[in-house]
């Protein structure tokens, strides 16, 4: 079972649609996670990161955290085609190394 | 501005042949990353650095080397390059305090033939 799971998609969702992202993750001990975006050929940009169990929102994007079911959320409401991106779920570490386990992205497609 | 620099961006390169990707950060950040990025696999730690001189193994160190002689400095070492290295490469960046947010130099395609 890899570490963080996500549908590679792609998703396709109409332009002003609420987007439904999905994540889960096996190691029950988790306590940070991130949700990266990413464009063809560019580098991870830090979206949201949330903690504690329950909905943060943030502008258009509400990250949700379920740690009783391991599983990591992102909503994005009136979806743009700027929207249309990879879309990265990662778990933090737990100590030390501070390194970042990153699920493969789910590919986002708004049409307008 | 602040901003992680990685360079070359772009690298074809033949198999055997030592290369060094440079990263430098202007942030005086003490923790830095080098991650390889390959499809269907996602984003992979090879190396970490935790402060200088002090550097460990990620999930997937075989076939490189780093080193942290400076704060803002750390390159990533192929020293004998191998096609299965082909990648895009990122190094990250963030400060000790945790909760912070990592920064991504905007990544290198290296292709070794």
């Known amino acids: 079972q890899k570490e963080v799971e996500q549908n590679s998609g792609p998703l396709s969702v109409p332009e002003g649609a609420i987007a439904s992202l999905n994540c889960t993750y096996s190691d029950r001990g988790s306590q940070s996670f991130f949700w990266y975006r990413q464009y063809s050929g560019k580098s991870p940009e830090l979206i949201m990161f949330?903690?504690?169990?329950g909905d943060k929102e943030d502008g258009r994007f509400t990250a949700q955290l379920n740690k009783a079911s391991q599983y990591v959320s992102l909503l994005i409401r009136d979806s743009q085609p700027s929207d249309s991106a990879t879309y990265l779920c990662a778990r933090g570490a737990n100590f030390g190394n501070e390194k970042l386990t990153f699920g493969t992205g789910t590919r986002l497609t708004i049409i307008p | 501005e602040a901003q992680v620099t990685q360079n070359p961006r772009y690298l074809i390169t033949v198999t055997g042949k030592k290369l060094t990707v440079t990263c430098s950060q202007n942030m005086n950040h003490e923790y830095m990353s080098w991650y390889r990025q390959d499809p269907g696999l996602g984003l992979r730690q090879i190396y970490y650095s935790m402060n200088v001189e002090v550097t460990d193994k990620g999930d997937v160190p075989e076939g490189y080397k780093v080193s942290r002689k400076e704060k803002r400095n750390f390159p990533l070492i192929l020293e004998s390059p191998s096609p299965n290295q082909t990648s895009l490469y990122f190094c990250?960046?963030?400060?000790?305090?945790?909760?912070?947010?990592?920064?991504f130099g905007e990544g290198s395609w290296l292709t070794v033939v």
């Open positions: 990250a960046s963030k400060p000790a305090t945790s909760g912070n947010t990592i920064y």
């Open positions: 949330i903690y504690s169990n």
